[in-house]
């Protein structure tokens, strides 16, 4: 007796590595499969269902080892493809598989595979703009000292805030900037006094301002802040600064980030700032969408309806911005803070496809 799965679907089983990449399966009707591979090479494979003239993969299954198995589940429209098979050693291809039928009724997208060289020139622009941005926040850090120093808690407060937003745009999200970027912008410890804690960076300056400490205290901390600052240019001249896996999940981290932490009250140490960091890190998934935009317009068919999402969202955190300041995350209702959670939330999943599509793979030239 053959088993099927929930939906009453026969699996098709593979066997990835022969003289042709895979010869068990070569069409059939248009729909959707489960599929089940394989790996019958001597090492770890990536195998793909490539659309022959448009070059696009509508399946992929990516390293899985030698002797493993691997079920996938994919849709797939009528057209001519053939299968590909990548080691480390070896590219193979398949005789052409035929999908017949109509079209599916609904959408299914195919994407180009993007090499860490054809990211490369959008890597450069990005690291040459947040590299042009940092003369300013050197500027701002030092502002915040100089009114440290002068005894000034209001003025510090001010220029705290416009510093640490300012590298909020730089999407450090997911400790992009390592150790560096931890000494600037580490969140506060969980279940002690973040103003008495030991770390440093941004966080610590806003525990100790809004808790009223000695402004003297916290020259130190400031001076801390300076040098951690002025250690970015040395990160970001280093050739791995950004690697290309990186770049396409940057975009979409940063906001993700944004919703596990800033929203969730976790990065606040006391300004209740915690919308400002919001718009802030919105404001930095557009700079870095910025250089992607050529490949995403070209290859990502959620880009549009992204960039609605973005800017709707944008507006609605601006929307609690007033001359008096941000109003803090715990004065909103629930319904309010829902609204900005369910908003955000939709921008992380429509980046998902961003993601995707920049996510780096071995080319399939023969």
């Known amino acids: 007796m053959v088993e099927t799965d929930a939906m009453g679907r026969q699996p098709v089983v593979l066997h990835a590595g022969s003289p042709y990449c895979i010869d068990d399966w070569f069409g059939g009707p248009a729909g959707t499969y489960d599929f089940t591979f394989v790996n019958k090479e001597a090492a770890g494979m990536e195998v793909y269902l490539q659309d022959l003239k448009t070059e696009r993969i509508y399946l992929e299954v990516e390293h899985f080892g030698r002797g493993a198995t691997r079920?996938?589940?994919?849709?797939?429209?009528?057209?001519s493809y053939r299968w590909v098979c990548i080691t480390d050693?070896?590219?193979?291809?398949?005789?052409?598989?035929?999908v017949t039928g109509d079209p599916l009724p609904y959408d299914v997208y195919g994407i180009t595979p993007l090499t860490g060289i054809d990211l490369r020139i959008p890597i450069n622009n990005y690291i040459a703009w947040l590299t042009g941005r940092l003369p300013t926040l050197n500027e701002q850090v030092a502002q915040l000292r100089e009114s440290v120093r002068a005894g000034d808690v209001a003025a510090a407060k001010h220029d705290w805030l416009t510093a640490q937003l300012h590298?909020?745009?730089?999407?450090?999200?997911?400790?992009a900037y390592g150790e560096t970027g931890e000494a600037i912008n580490g969140d506060p410890p969980r279940g002690v006094d973040a103003a008495e804690a030991d770390f440093e960076g941004f966080r610590k300056i806003e525990a100790m301002l809004w808790s009223g400490k000695p402004v003297a205290t916290i020259e130190p901390h400031a001076d801390a802040l300076i040098e951690a600052v002025h250690g970015l240019a040395d990160v970001l001249a280093r050739p791995d600064a950004l690697p290309p896996i990186d770049m396409g999940r940057r975009v979409h981290e940063i906001l993700e980030d944004t919703l596990q932490k800033d929203l969730n009250?976790?990065?606040?140490?006391?300004?209740?700032?915690?919308?400002?960091?919001?718009?802030?890190?919105?404001?930095?998934?557009?700079?870095?969408?910025?250089?992607?935009?050529?490949?995403?317009?070209?290859?990502?068919?959620?880009?549009?309806e992204t960039e609605q999402q973005l800017r709707t969202t944008q507006e609605l955190v601006r929307s609690y911005h007033h001359e008096y300041g941000w109003v803090p995350l715990t004065a909103l209702t629930t319904r309010q803070r829902a609204g900005i959670n369910a908003a955000v939330q939709h921008c992380v999943e429509l980046l998902s496809h961003a993601a995707v599509v920049l996510d780096p793979r071995n080319a399939t030239h023969e």
Request: charged share 15%; proline share 9%; glycine share 12%.
């Open 71 to 79: 079920s996938v589940t994919a849709s797939v429209p009528p057209g």
């Open 89 to 98: 050693y070896t590219i193979k291809f398949s005789h052409p598989v035929t």
């Open 265 to 304: 009250g976790i990065g606040d140490a006391g300004s209740r700032t915690e919308l400002a960091t919001v718009d802030a890190n919105i404001t930095g998934t557009w700079r870095a969408m910025d250089p992607l935009l050529p490949i995403l317009q070209e290859q990502d068919p959620y880009l549009d």
């Open 167 to 175: 590298y909020e745009t730089l999407g450090g999200a997911y400790g």
